[in-house]
């Protein structure tokens, strides 16, 4: 009877242990200071047929944003949509680039888009930071033709 009182002793001991040891710490979704921000593209050759000349990740920005680079095969009708989001990929401004050039071509065009905004409250977990949306126009709603690209920025 005593060596059964030992060995339940000694299994709730390791479970104890093992608990403290192992336990699941909560996850930390504030932003690390040091924290490498990169661009993400979707979508066939998005990340070859863009180029964001005036924002770069982690620029800070301010009200109103403009946006300047050049883009092949991303216009209809001279234009594609842009959208700058808050940290919690909330959308809080909308905007449109315009192509500078004749945007009927295969070749890279030029384009500008300004967007003015508010900056957000700072009431979700990733505080100063949001991101630059820039989407492919894609009138034909099929999802093979879909690109976009994401610039990570800090809000001003």
Known sequence: MKKLILIIIAIILVIVAGYILFKAKPIDKSPK????????????N???????DSITPGDVI???????GKAKGWYFEGSFPVSLVDGDG??????IAQAKGDWMTSEFIP??????????A???????RGSLILKKDNPSGMTT??????????FK
């Open 33 to 44: 200071q040091n924290e490498i921000l990169t661009t993400h593209y979707s979508g066939e």
């Open 46 to 52: 998005a990340s070859t047929s863009i180029i964001v």
């Open 62 to 68: 301010s009200s109103p944003l403009n946006i300047t």
């Open 90 to 95: 909330l959308i809080i401004a909308n905007g």
């Open 111 to 120: 384009f500008e888009a300004k967007i003015v905004f508010t900056k957000p």
């Open 122 to 128: 700072n009431s979700n977990a990733f505080g100063d």
């Open 145 to 154: 033709y879909d690109a976009s690209i994401e610039i990570p920025i800090k």
